[in-house]
């Protein structure tokens, strides 16, 4: 057991290491146009039944993201990428963590200040509410 957590703490340093960022890694940043160039920041999240942090990184008119929470007293890391607008405040991407990969659909408020969305993952079928506030 304790090898297993120190493998899996071992494996997210090395990612966030080759990734180059400090906080949590971020996926390839996509080029994208409008509202959601105005997202970027950290927003206090809670995944299915976790806390962690979601945060969104607009540079030169591309947007990358990434997130950290805490499961089962080991720290997760992942990273969001693929972003599309799919309508007014509608943004869907994809995560990947150690844990799998999936879609991620989320719906921001008018200020943009918090969202409210879902996640499942490709592999099982699992999924839950994902949401965020600034």
Same mark, same amino acid.
């Given at each position: 057991m304790k090898t297993n957590v120190l493998l899996a703490l071992l494996t997210i340093a090395a990612v966030t290491f080759m990734m180059g960022c400090n906080g949590g890694a971020m996926g390839e940043a996509q080029e994208i146009s409008g509202w959601p160039l105005k997202i970027g920041g950290a927003y206090k999240s809670e995944i299915s039944s976790?806390?962690?942090?979601?945060?969104?990184?607009?540079s030169e008119g591309k947007l990358s993201g990434g997130y950290e929470l805490t499961a089962g +007293?080991?720290?997760?890391? +992942?990273?969001?990428?693929?972003? $599309? $607008?799919?309508g007014k405040n509608k943004l869907k991407c994809r995560w990947k963590d150690m844990n799998g990969v999936g879609d991620f659909t989320m719906t921001f408020s %008018? %200020?943009?200040?918090?969202f409210t969305g879902k996640w499942d993952n490709d592999a099982d079928g699992a999924g839950g509410p994902w949401n965020g506030k600034k």
């Open positions: 976790f806390t962690g942090t979601t945060t969104f990184k607009v +007293g080991e720290k997760v890391t +992942g990273t969001l990428s693929n972003f $599309a $607008a799919t %008018d %200020d943009l200040s918090s």
